[in-house]
């Protein structure tokens, strides 16, 4: 039982709610009833909280941003924009600030040429390890289907939300258009013309080549 608790109480604590048995090749769910008899009362209560947030991520809901209240959100008759009952306004895109009409895409260009010119002078790539808030938007990728910023650090290509949704790191398609490419993102991006998207949050460039590529980018200014 020792084992079945640790297994347990580990995948809890980084919030997966579609829990597989841990015997070799064996597909099976985890019973809810065993989940909740192994675990202490506080990872069963995590358990639900995770279990009812990926069903509403599913079903289209978004969360409140806004540490204070965190509501679930039903999605808006505007395509572009969320808001909680809180009064909180965000992109329902992409989840940062609301920035319509302009695009995700021409928003983040836009941060990003900022975000350079401030650090023009003062950015080494030491301050990767402290992880300012502007470079954490740099430095992640989020869940295609809930919006969840992830960093990846090493791996393959296959990666799992905690909403349960199985993408790919590379082009953040969905899981089961890959098959067993592991190591080789099937959509045939290469890493030439990822490279020279590197100082823009596409969600494609390994992390620490994006934050190289902005040192070579700030060096030649």
Same mark, same amino acid.
């Given at each position: 039982?020792?084992? &079945? ?28 009833? +065993? ?14 909280? &995770? ?9 289209? !809901?978004? !969360?409140? *941003? ?23 306004? /965000? @992109? ?25 010119? =401030? ?5 080494? +790539?030491?301050?990767? =390890?402290?992880?300012?808030?502007? +470079? ?7 869940? *295609?289907? @809930?919006?969840? *910023? &992830?960093?990846?650090?090493?791996? @393959?290509?296959?990666?799992?939300? =905690? @909403?349960?949704?199985?993408?790919? /790191?590379?082009?953040?398609?969905? /899981? ?23 100082? !823009? ?21």
């Amino acid at each position: 039982m020792d084992c &079945w608790e640790g297994y347990l109480s580990s995948k809890l604590g980084d919030g997966k709610t579609e829990l597989r048995c841990p015997g070799h090749g064996c597909p099976l769910p985890v019973p809810e009833a +065993l989940i909740l008899a192994l675990v202490g009362p506080r990872k069963a209560n995590q358990y639900r909280r &995770w279990q009812s947030k990926a069903f509403l991520s599913s079903a289209g !809901f978004s !969360f409140c *941003p806004n540490p204070k209240c965190g509501k679930p959100v039903k999605p808006s008759s505007l395509p572009e924009v969320s808001v909680c009952v809180c009064g909180t306004r /965000w @992109c329902a895109k992409c989840g940062d600030d609301v920035h319509y009409p302009s695009a995700c895409v021409a928003k983040d260009i836009y941060r990003n040429s900022r975000l350079i010119k =401030t650090k023009r002078k003062t950015f080494k +790539l030491s301050d990767l =390890t402290h992880k300012p808030a502007a +470079l954490i938007k740099i430095l992640t990728k989020k869940c *295609p289907r @809930c919006r969840i *910023p &992830w960093e990846k650090n090493g791996g @393959c290509n296959h990666f799992t939300c =905690t @909403c349960g949704h199985e993408f790919c /790191w590379v082009c953040l398609k969905a /899981w089961d258009t890959h098959g067993s490419s592991y190591y080789s993102c099937v959509s045939g991006k290469s890493a030439e013309v990822s490279a020279r998207q590197v100082i !823009f949050d596409d969600g494609r460039v390994d992390p620490v080549a994006r934050a190289k590529r902005i040192m070579g980018y700030v060096n030649r200014e």
